[in-house]
Antibody, heavy 122, light 107 residues
Framework: QVQLVGSGGGVVQPGRSLRLSCAASGFTFSSYAMHWVRQAPGKGLEWVAVISYDGRDTEYAESVKGRFTISRDNSKNTLYMQMNSLRDDDTAEFYC???????????????WGQGTTVIVSS | DIQMTQSPSSVSASVGDRVTITCRASQDISSWLVWYQQKPEKAPKSLIYAASNLESGVPSRFSGSASGTDFTLTISSLQPEDFATYYCQQYKSYPYTFGQGTKLEIK
């Protein structure tokens, strides 16, 4: 079945780096744009970044621009988020999510991963 | 950025009640709006996309509507499994933005 499995979260000190992964299965990964969405403890949802199905186009939230990099390896059916210069306020559950429609950049999400937890703390 | 203002922030209701949640966009987003349901410690789940299209497998007691920049999620007859937090989100333009959420609690 269609599935997204996030991993790579952990506890990291401020200023350090972390790379999240999201493994996709059950669908043609290379045909869908993919997103990262985060949720700070007890707070609402915040969209973080998107990458087009072919990896050529990306967009970022202002809060992470210049620090986070979204990428994908379609040969491995995997989405990534490289997070540098982490700050306390990056502490959150990070979800990967799939666009509903194939071959577009910009749609609602129809499949979500289970989330991976990032805690930034000294 | 497009602001999404969701109301109420919380609502108490009983099984069988009809509940309406509203989301207002700060500018025209056409029908580029989705409603998600989130239960504690779980990932969000898509309920309604394009303002009024029911996601496959979602019960028909859920419905969505739009009027200009105002959007509504209606649950016609609350079931025990519907108690959760609901979010609207616009996908008209980046950055995508969410409403602040509505927590639906049991009265």
């Amino acid at each position: 079945q269609v599935q997204l499995v996030g991993s790579g979260g952990g506890v990291v000190q401020p200023g350090r780096s972390l790379r999240l992964s999201c493994a996709a299965s059950g669908f043609t990964f290379s045909s869908y744009a993919m997103h990262w969405v985060r949720q700070a403890p007890g707070k609402g949802l915040e969209w973080v970044a998107v990458i087009s199905y072919d990896g050529r186009d990306t967009e970022y939230a202002e809060s992470v621009k210049g620090r986070f990099t979204i990428s994908r390896d379609n040969s491995k059916n995997t989405l990534y988020m490289q997070m540098n210069s982490l700050r306390d306020d990056d502490t959150a559950e990070f979800y990967c999510a799939r666009d509903r429609e194939q071959l577009v950049l910009g749609d609602a999400f129809d499949v979500w991963g289970q989330g991976t937890t990032v805690i930034v703390s000294s | 950025d497009i602001q999404m203002t969701q109301s109420p922030s919380s609502v108490s209701a009983s099984v069988g009640d009809r509940v309406t949640i509203t989301c207002r966009a700060s500018q025209d987003i056409s029908s580029w709006l989705v409603w998600y349901q989130q239960k504690p410690e779980k990932a969000p789940k898509s309920l309604i996309y394009a303002a009024s299209n029911l996601e496959s497998g979602v019960p028909s007691r859920f419905s969505g509507s739009a009027s200009g920049t105002d959007f509504t999620l209606t649950i016609s007859s609350l079931q025990p499994e519907d108690f959760a937090t609901y979010y609207c989100q616009q996908y008209k333009s980046y950055p995508y933005t969410f409403g602040q959420g509505t927590k639906l609690e049991i009265k």
